[in-house]
Every structure is written in C-alpha cells, then in structure tokens.
C-alpha cells in the first residue's frame, strides 16, 4: 500500500514516518511511504496516477494570509478523482470543520494526540485501505501506470505475448501471461474460456453452446478446451443458457 504524507515541518515528519513504519510493521501491512514537506509537489505527483494514493496523511494550520496550508492540496486531489483516504492532523481543532468537503477519514486535534488514540484509527485506515487495494487491478507499461477497479473490467485478450484489458470504454495494452493472470483473477470472480480470452463473470450477459455474450456487446467464443470448465462454473452459478 502507498502512503502520502504531507508535512512542512520536517522534525516532526521523520517521528511521524517512523511511528508510520513501525505500527504497520508490527501488524504485518507492506507499505511505501512518499513524503512531502510542498503541497504543490504532492499534487503534481499525484496528477498522473491520483489512485496510487491509498492513505493520505495531511498536517494542515492556518497561514498568515488565511489559506488552510494542506486542505487546499486535498481538495485538488479531490478533484482529480483521487479517492484515497485522507487523515487531516492539526493543532487548530477549528480546521476540522473546514475538512468536511473532502469527505476526510480523520481529524486529529494535535493537543491531545496519543499513540492510544492514533494506532486504531490507522489500523482501521490500513485495513479498508488493503481492501480496496485488493479490489483493484494494477498493470503497466514502462512508466504508464494503470490501477482498474475489477467490477469495471470486461475482460482480458491476449495476442503474440500482448495482454489487452477491456474495461469501461476503453483499453489498455501491457505485458502479461494469460496463466499468470488466470492465477491471480479466478479467485476473484474471472474466468478462462479460451487461450485468448479470461472473462469477468460479473459482466456476463447470455451463454450459448459455444459463445458468452457480455454486458458491454461484445461476443466471445468458448475454446473447445475450455467448454466442459466453463459449462460446471457456470451451472453452479444458474446463469448458463442453450
């Protein structure tokens, strides 16, 4: 999991990071930990990919021109679809309300922060953080980075060693092998129905002898290899047709 944190008072920022590292480590989470003590970098860096971001931490405080120093980086991430989970930590308890529009996971009043209080809540962020992670489909090429949500895939077509994944109204080409993909997307609701072809179950449409039909139109043929496979999974599921 990737965790942001944006902190321009870097001693504070290093107690903070190691508190971080050793609460996960210790409840056995593998993160990555992306620090920043300028907002303007954090959302730039988050522009091309916001969903690379799974926790957010943000120290926010009142500047002397009035502007929330961090709220206004979250909301630009906001805007940029980033659906990470933003935990707002401040020593002015009168910024909490102004977090609202963000749709934050937490405030922390700095006053009276403890590790009793904290430890908790960022477990609690961790783990509907590793959920969503795991709801999520990551592939790429070279530095072109894509994280699809699973219930927006199609289905996945290879062809010449190139792996295309079909999702919303778009494609994306990258390199993987068809059995490594079965391998990690059956336990999660996939299926092979030929050597070119794994399919979302959760989009399937109609079944016929020798095709499946899926919700976004398109017609897939089943390879003849795969017939009596997919033929049981799809009876114990009651959605196969003649």
Same mark, same amino acid.
């Given at each position: 999991?990737?965790?942001?944190?944006?902190?321009?008072?870097?001693?504070?920022? %290093?107690? =903070?990071? #190691?508190?971080?590292?050793?609460?996960?480590? +210790?409840?056995?989470?593998?993160? =990555?930990?992306? $620090?920043?003590?300028?907002?303007?970098?954090?959302?730039?860096?988050?522009?091309?990919?916001? +969903?690379?971001?799974?926790?957010?931490?943000?120290? *926010?405080? #009142?500047?002397?021109?009035?502007?929330?120093?961090?709220?206004? /980086? /979250?909301k630009s991430l906001r805007k940029l679809c980033c659906h990470a989970l933003?935990?707002?930590?401040?020593?002015? $308890?009168?910024?909490?309300?102004?977090?609202?529009?963000?749709?934050? @996971?937490?405030?922390?009043?700095?006053?009276?922060?403890?590790?009793?209080?904290?430890?908790?809540?960022?477990?609690? /962020?961790?783990?509907?953080? +590793?959920?969503?992670?795991?709801?999520?489909?990551?592939?790429?090429?070279? /530095?072109? %980075?894509?994280?699809?949500?699973?219930?927006?895939?199609?289905?996945? %077509?290879? @062809?010449?060693?190139?792996?295309?994944?079909?999702?919303?109204?778009?494609?994306?080409? @990258?390199?993987?092998?068809?059995?490594?993909? +079965?391998? %990690?997307?059956?336990?999660?609701?996939?299926?092979?129905?030929?050597?070119?072809?794994? *399919?979302?179950?959760?989009?399937?449409?109609?079944?016929?002898?020798?095709?499946?039909?899926?919700?976004?139109?398109?017609?897939l043929p089943i390879g003849t290899t795969y017939l009596s496979?997919?033929?049981?999974?799809?009876?114990?599921? $009651?959605?196969?047709?003649?």
């Amino acid at each position: 999991m990737n965790i942001y944190t944006f902190n321009n008072n870097r001693n504070s920022s %290093e107690d =903070h990071i #190691k508190t971080l590292k050793d609460i996960a480590s +210790e409840h056995h989470y593998n993160i =990555h930990i992306f $620090k920043y003590t300028n907002k303007d970098e954090l959302v730039f860096d988050l522009s091309s990919h916001p +969903e690379r971001a799974d926790i957010i931490f943000l120290r *926010i405080s #009142k500047s002397k021109d009035d502007e929330i120093t961090g709220l206004e /980086a /979250a909301k630009s991430l906001r805007k940029l679809c980033c659906h990470a989970l933003l935990i707002f930590i401040s020593a002015n $308890k009168q910024l909490a309300a102004n977090t609202f529009p963000t749709f934050p @996971f937490y405030f922390f009043y700095l006053k009276y922060l403890t590790l009793e209080q904290f430890e908790p809540v960022y477990l609690k /962020a961790l783990s509907l953080a +590793e959920r969503r992670r795991n709801n999520l489909f990551q592939c790429g090429s070279g /530095a072109d %980075e894509h994280y699809i949500p699973l219930n927006d895939i199609y289905y996945f %077509e290879i @062809f010449q060693r190139i792996t295309t994944v079909y999702h919303s109204n778009t494609s994306f080409s @990258f390199y993987m092998s068809m059995s490594r993909l +079965e391998k %990690e997307l059956t336990p999660k609701g996939f299926l092979r129905i030929h050597r070119s072809f794994l *399919i979302n179950m959760r989009h399937i449409d109609q079944i016929t002898d020798r095709t499946v039909r899926l919700t976004n139109g398109f017609t897939l043929p089943i390879g003849t290899t795969y017939l009596s496979q997919v033929r049981k999974m799809l009876s114990q599921l $009651k959605i196969y047709t003649l």
